[in-house]
């Protein structure tokens, strides 16, 4: 079964700094994953998903990660941080070729100073 | 992508009550539904997975006596909860997803509180 690990809980940066979450995934081949966003009280809102190809994606609002296979991550990157990205973000797996069912990892909470 | 809601946004409720959450899917054929449990500051637990017109398959250790799910039609499926105790008190949240899609679209969630 996959897995899903997001060390970090909490990061906190200042307004304008960039920005890298980690995520690191246990799977057998190349997985499906996913990076969402979650503002309090909300639903999940996708932000960039990598199956193949390219292994950096471009998402929405600003954000890119890269897939790197040798260290089974798929980081999160921005360069420049918003006060209105303070959310909680999750990385997710997906079996390659199955039913798109996300594992979530715990999230990393993202403060942001002014 | 599919536009989601769920109903209520919030519910209360007296311990013993059952209550029903419906998730629709406004502008999407949605042949698949997916309802995930929240804790807070945790992760999204799922919880099952319907089909239009099928039977829920549920996760191992949900009580689908207890979480009761119905995909009656393309847009609607319902959560209910039956006898609800304090301890199911938690944010629901439903998903969706269609033929031909590799992303699951969520919904705003539903926060439940049982006194």
């Known amino acids: 079964a996959q897995s899903v690990t997001q060390p970090d809980i909490h990061i906190t940066v200042s307004e304008g700094a960039s920005l890298e979450l980690r995520c690191n995934y246990s799977?057998?081949?190349?997985?499906?994953l996913f990076w969402y966003v979650q503002s309090p009280g909300q639903g999940l809102q996708l932000l960039l998903k990598?199956?193949?190809?390219?292994?950096l994606v471009q998402g929405i609002k600003g954000f890119e990660a890269e897939f790197k296979r040798s260290q089974s991550s798929f980081n999160l990157r921005k360069p420049s941080v918003h006060w209105s990205d303070a959310a909680e973000y999750f990385c997710?797996?997906?079996?390659?070729?199955?039913?798109?069912?996300?594992?979530f990892g715990r999230g990393t909470s993202l403060i942001v100073h002014p | 992508g599919a536009v989601v809601s769920q109903h209520p946004s919030w519910v209360i409720c007296k311990s013993g009550t059952s209550v029903k959450i419906e998730c629709r899917s406004l502008?999407?054929?949605?042949?698949?539904m997916f309802w995930y449990r929240q804790f807070p500051k945790q992760s999204l637990m799922l919880m099952a997975t319907?089909?239009?017109?099928?039977?829920?398959?549920?996760e191992q250790g949900v009580e689908k006596d207890k979480f009761l799910i119905n995909h009656a039609s393309l847009t609607l499926s319902t959560l209910t909860v039956t006898s609800a105790h304090p301890e199911d008190s938690s944010f629901y949240i439903c998903?969706?997803?269609?033929?031909?899609?590799?992303?699951?679209?969520f919904g705003p969630g539903t926060r439940l509180t049982v006194l």
């Open positions: 998903s969706v997803t269609g033929v031909n899609y590799n992303e699951q679209f």
């Open positions: 799977y057998g081949a190349t997985p499906y």
């Open positions: 990598y199956f193949s190809g390219d292994t």
């Open positions: 997710a797996v997906a079996r390659s070729g199955g039913s798109y069912i996300p594992t």
């Open positions: 502008d999407f054929q949605a042949t698949t």
């Open positions: 319907s089909n239009e017109g099928s039977k829920a398959t549920y």
